[in-house]
Nanobody, 114 residues
């Protein structure tokens, strides 16, 4: 079992940066492909980025490509999402998950002001 806790959300101006963290507890963190999703008010949850087991391969949704960077530190059981050049449309609750598991974090709110 994996427990996930997101942190690092907050209010930031457009064009600013923010780094989210996803701290995992459990003994099998490194066995999961990890991913970030987000959900804006009134919208469906959408995929943001995912990262391979070792962190060597990443995939991003087009809307964040070039602006966001996903990474992981398996020794620290932590995944990160570095967000640069933030836009108001990035405003959402961001969730981390271990793909192939039923485990999700509680979410962290990111709000980008104009």
């Amino acid at each position: 079992q994996v427990q996930l806790v997101e942190s690092g959300g907050g209010l930031v101006q457009a064009g600013g940066s923010l780094t989210l963290s996803c701290a995992a507890s459990g003994r099998t963190f490194s066995r999961y492909i990890m991913a970030w999703f987000r959900q804006a008010p009134g919208k469906e949850r959408e995929f943001v980025a995912r990262i391979s087991l070792s962190g060597g391969s990443t995939v991003y949704t087009d809307s964040v490509k070039g602006r966001f960077t996903i990474s992981r530190n398996n020794e620290k059981n932590t995944m990160y999402l570095q967000m640069n050049s933030l836009k108001p449309e990035d405003t959402a609750v961001y969730y981390c998950t271990a793909l192939g598991s039923a485990y999700w974090g509680q979410g962290t709110q990111v709000t980008v002001s104009s």
